[in-house]
């Protein structure tokens, strides 16, 4: 309880549905990975010239626009 905030000490998911932060265009089941916005997730574009990636977890809904918004992923799940 001592610990902060949560603007400075935000929830951090291990597993599970959870929302998430994203930006762009998404579809249900899309492979989602960090993004240079802070705090954001995008998914993993076929153009992109890094073969690794950290996968974050996977989109359980779709976002048709570019605008930054809030979906629910899961994490964690094999």
Do not use: Q
């Not at 949560?6 to 930006?23: E, Q, Y």
């Not at 993993?44 to 979906?71: F, Q, W």
């Amino acid at each position: 309880a001592s610990a902060g905030t949560d603007a400075t000490h935000p929830f951090v998911a291990l597993a599970g549905r959870v929302p998430c932060k994203v930006v762009g265009k998404i579809t249900k089941g899309d492979r989602l990975v960090s993004d240079g916005t802070p705090g954001h997730a995008r998914t993993i574009r076929t153009d992109m010239t890094n073969p690794y990636y950290a996968v974050i977890g996977r989109a359980l809904e779709t976002k048709d626009t570019e605008e930054a918004g809030v979906i629910e992923i899961v994490v964690g799940a094999k």
